[in-house]
């Protein structure tokens, strides 16, 4: 029979059993729940992640799903080239996020409130996604979002208050989708927006009507759209805006009603439309515009005063033209102020007259790269003044004709300055040679020192004038030079009677009474017989005549 104590430890080892098995489990459970912090931060191996700075960067792989093992207080998200198709309740997650860009994603679906609790996100980046729809509840919650970029999505329409909650915005990105329609109230709310990216899309006309909210606006871009034609009065509410995107747009014409209103533009694209001229009278009233592109357009040349009314223009590109063939003289006359022309790769562009480029006095970057120039005069511009000159490309024809720019070339050359080289075209003895490594000699150059050739031509050409005038004095008087030749070298009988007959003169009425041998008339014989007359009667000599002598 078991003794008390034993039956009480008997009955207590369950007890303690329990006690033990208690303390084991609240230590495995406090070893479970200790590493859960690290966990609940673990970085996925696609990912980079950084808690000094709360910035996790994921590059290319195959996440599907937003990471919900992340530090809830990050600040910076950027996953970018991945297979996320959607954001859901995950996003949720991350109430910190100052920064979210999942570019280059598979995104299609963001129900409503997706973003209700982003209230400190200020870029959000969906780029190159496949969202075909948003609402104005889709973007509920980002109250201190500034920057929007949707840019290579699918949408096709934007309705009505869409953007209603974004009051911060000053960037918004819809470029690259297939927008044709915009409701005149889309833009209600964006009253601090100041870009708007609407290019390469598939609108029709200008939606002007909806860009009375944008009052703030500076830069626009409407290019790679079919609009042909820009109503009338179409930005005249932008009054400050800056730049003007039209680059690509169809355009046949613009009028002078089209940049109505725009009197703060300083940047304007025009290139890769289907202007046939340079609409001068047009643009005459952007005073401000620093800076204007006109490249791939179908006008075949630069007229005098093309841009006049542009005074404060300090850059021009005029690049990828099929047409351009000249430049004409005065050109740019009314630009005073321009710092860099670009005009390359025209490949019809054959001339450009002495003068296209005179007056330019703060011209420091010339580019002439890839045309069809095959010389150039060097009373184009004062050359060695510029900064940066590019001429590669062109089939030039080295001869003595380009000397002063192989001069040129090599001075830059000299001065550190780095000058693409220009090669030559012709003849055929220099093909795909240097100019700059060129000889004068070898450019068929007797003379190398311009003001020397400049004094040879001219005394050249005043030998030549004094040869035809003498020329041509000989043959109108060639009539008299030959009677005057006769009677020197003629009958000399005759000649000795004359001589005699001259001795009843004097001296003075002998040579008043000689014809001028290159007058139209023949001998002066009334003069001689008045001289007779007169002599006669006032002395009664008889005059004995030459034939009694």
């Known amino acids: 029979m078991k ?30 729940l200790v590493p859960v912090v690290p966990m609940w931060s673990a970085c996925p191996p696609p990912c980079q992640c950084d ?9 290319e792989g ?21 297979k996320i198709r959607g954001l859901d309740s995950s996003i949720q997650f991350y109430t910190e996020l100052r920064f979210l860009d999942l570019s280059y994603n598979h995104v299609f679906n963001m129900p409503p409130k997706t973003f209700m ?51 911060k915005l000053e960037e918004l990105n819809l470029g690259q989708n297939r927008i044709g329609k915009i409701d005149p109230k889309a833009f209600d709310g964006l009253v601090n927006l100041k870009v708007l990216y609407l290019d390469d899309n598939t ?7 909806a860009f009375g909210p944008l009052v703030a606006l500076a830069e626009l871009y409407l290019g790679i759209n079919s609009f042909s034609t820009i109503a009338k009065d ?25 940049f109505s209103g725009l009197d703060a533009l300083r940047v304007l694209d025009l290139s890769d439309n289907r202007l046939n001229r340079i609409p001068t009278t047009e643009m005459a009233d952007l005073m401000r515009l620093e800076e204007l592109s006109l490249g791939q357009n179908d006008f075949d040349s630069i007229p005098m005063g093309a841009f006049a009314g542009l005074a404060n223009l300090r850059k021009i590109d005029i690049s990828g033209s099929l047409k351009l063939s000249r430049i004409e003289t005065g050109a740019f006359s009314a630009n005073a102020n321009l710092e860099e022309i670009v005009i390359a790769s025209n490949k019809a562009l054959t001339e450009i007259q002495e003068g296209a480029l005179s007056g330019l006095p703060h011209l420091k970057r010339l580019m002439l790269k890839d045309n069809a120039l095959t010389t150039l005069s060097d009373g184009l511009f004062t050359w060695n003044e510029l900064i940066d000159l590019d001429l590669s490309e062109n089939p030039i024809a080295c001869d003595c004709r380009i000397l002063w720019l192989r001069n040129v070339l090599v001075n830059k050359s000299n001065s550190s300055q780095n000058q693409n080289p220009v090669v030559c075209a012709s003849p055929d003895r220099l093909r795909e040679q240097t100019l700059q490594a060129l000889s004068p000699e070898l450019l068929g ?17 005043a030998a030549a004038a004094f040869i035809t005038t003498l020329a041509l004095v000989i043959y109108k008087c060639r009539r008299r030079i030959r009677e005057a030749v006769k009677g020197r070298w003629g009958n000399s009988a005759i000649g000795r009677k004359e001589r005699e007959y001259q001795k009843t003169f004097s001296e003075e009425d002998y040579m008043g009474r000689l014809p001028n041998p290159c007058t139209m008339g023949g001998v002066h014989t009334t003069t001689l017989n008045n001289y007779q007359i007169n002599n006669h009667h006032s002395h009664g000599i008889r005059h004995i005549p030459v034939t009694e002598l």
């Open 62 to 82: 195959l996440l599907d799903v937003l990471p919900i093992v992340l530090n809830p207080s990050l600040k910076r998200l950027t996953i970018r080239n991945n």
């Open 117 to 167: 609790y982003q209230r400190r996100l200020s870029e959000l980046h969906l780029n190159h996604n496949k969202v075909g729809s948003i609402s104005n509840k889709t973007l509920t919650g980002l109250d201190s979002l500034t920057i929007l970029n949707l840019r290579g999505n699918f949408l096709d329409e934007l309705t009505e208050g869409i953007f209603v909650d974004l009051k």
């Open 203 to 209: 609108l029709s006309a200008v939606p002007s009507p």
């Open 234 to 258: 179409a930005f005249v509410q932008l009054d400050k805006l800056s730049r003007l995107d039209l680059r690509g747009a169809a355009l046949v014409n613009v009028t002078r009603e089209t």
């Open 3 to 32: 003794n008390s104590s034993q039956i009480c430890g008997t009955m207590l080892r369950p007890t303690a059993s329990r006690s033990v098995h208690m303390g084991l489990i609240m230590v495995l459970l406090l070893g479970i």
């Open 51 to 59: 808690d000094d700075t709360l910035e996790v960067v994921c590059g």
């Open 445 to 461: 150059c007797s003379h190398t020192d311009p003001q020397q050739q400049a004094i040879i031509c001219a005394i050249l050409v």
